[in-house]
Nanobody, 125 residues
Framework: VQLQASGGGLVQPGGSLRLSCAAS????????MGWYRQAPGNERELVAA???????NHADSVKGRFTISRDNAKNTVYLEMNSLKPEDAAVYYC????????????????????WGQGTLVTVSS
């Protein structure tokens, strides 16, 4: 299973970006998907998460500005980021939890968690 994140870049304060993260592989289902971020010198923190049923959770620092969504048919999670602030600058990582896959030859079903490679968001004038 691979998670490919995209959409990061340089944006001015007050601007917007949309991050995408697509999971690929022999995926049967994914429970939760989410976005984390890590700024230099800081620990990785949860930004937002969404269940397979569409229940969302956003960090207080981004409520009202960021919106997480997902397309289950595409195994893709999105993060719409508006009114960006300099303190939002970080490497953003997508995460998929409870990923159920079936092995090609054995048919064995496994459940694991996966991380994407990260995409850099820079907020600066």
């Amino acid at each position: 299973v691979q998670l490919q994140a995209s959409g990061g870049g340089l944006v001015q304060p007050g601007g917007s970006l949309r991050l995408s993260c697509a999971a690929s592989g022999r995926i049967l289902s994914i429970n939760d998907m989410g976005w984390y971020r890590q700024a230099p010198g800081n620990e990785r923190e949860l930004v937002a998460a969404i269940t397979s049923d569409g229940i969302t959770n956003h960090a207080d620092s981004v409520k009202g500005r960021f919106t997480i969504s997902r397309d289950n048919a595409k195994n893709t999670v999105y993060l719409e980021m508006n009114s960006l602030k300099p303190e939002d600058a970080a490497v953003y990582y997508c995460n998929a939890r409870g990923v159920k896959t079936r092995a090609y030859y054995t048919g064995r079903v496994s459940v694991n968690d996966y991380w994407g490679q990260g995409t850099l968001v820079t907020v600066s004038s």
